[in-house]
């Protein structure tokens, strides 16, 4: 077998581990999924009958708050879950699971890729349960078939990204409470950016700060697939944030799993 052959072998083996805890533990999916399911519901019952009204357009009201909404929760669900890949990073850190995979025969990126794979499957499936409550409650994106495709792989490249990042916050955590936190900003970047206003509507320092984070590319590029809503340079600005938060992720979580474990 060559090496490219091992690497993917160990690799499935991994993501084989990672399914397992998933089958496991349906409930952590459930989680990921809970969060934005109430996010989504407290704001298009309580506040999407007026913020809907100040959308503008022919239609206003509840109606037309969750359709804007929407995709700014599917963010959330994709930012929510990447704390959970740092809890289960730093468990396997702290517990010396990482520390029994460096010395075994195996591919070392194997260890790194099958945690991605597996935590990037918990978080679509994390986002279909969301996108189905959300269709029950009154969603009705305007996307054909090609833009359905288009809009999954959006939101699957950004969680790639976002994915190793949370990698590595994981390995750079010395403990658990700690990989818990470092992702936490990411939950919030959707309500710094267009996910549930539009930026037109915040104060000027905190609008050119939405402009400015990548979240609201994010989520314009995505409710521009779903909604037929203008998507401009969103679109470009999102493929560009996503490869480099995505290989800051990649190397920086290399670079702590081939550090010598004596190192401080």
């Not at 990921?32 to 999407?48: N, T």
């Not at 470092?182 to 959707?190: D, H, N, S, Y």
């Not at 600005?237 to 799993?257: E, M, N, P």
Request: with cysteine; aromatic share 10%.
């Amino acid at each position: 077998m060559t090496t490219l052959s091992y690497a993917l072998t160990d690799s499935a083996t991994m993501l084989r581990r990672q399914l397992r805890h998933m089958l496991r533990y349906p409930s952590l999916t459930l989680q990921l999924a809970g969060m934005p399911i109430v996010f989504l519901l407290l704001f298009v019952y309580v506040f999407g009958g007026t913020l809907g009204d100040g959308l503008g357009g022919p239609s206003g009201g509840r109606a037309a708050y969750v359709n804007y909404v929407t995709p700014g929760i599917l963010l959330m669900t994709v930012a929510g879950a990447a704390t959970g890949t740092a809890i289960s990073v730093a468990m396997d850190m702290t517990e010396g699971v990482i520390a029994r995979f460096r010395t075994m025969a195996i591919a070392r990126v194997s260890v790194l890729t099958g945690h991605v794979v597996g935590s990037m499957i918990q978080t679509m499936l994390s986002m279909c349960i969301v996108t189905g409550v959300a269709l029950l409650v009154g969603f009705r994106p305007t996307a054909d078939p090609v833009e359905w495709l288009a809009a999954i792989g959006v939101l699957a490249m950004i969680t790639f990204a976002l994915t190793w990042l949370s990698v590595a916050f994981g390995m750079v955590s010395k403990t658990v409470e700690a990989a818990s936190n470092l992702p936490m900003p990411l939950v919030f970047l959707p309500f710094l950016g267009s996910g549930f206003v539009p930026t037109d509507s915040l104060p000027a320092g905190l609008r050119w700060f939405a402009e400015y984070q990548p979240f609201t590319p994010f989520i314009e590029t995505v409710r521009g697939l779903l909604m037929g809503t203008p998507i401009g340079n969103s679109a470009a600005l999102t493929v560009a944030w996503s490869v480099g938060i995505g290989l800051v992720g990649y190397l920086w979580a290399r670079k702590l799993f081939n550090r010598d474990p004596t190192t401080p």
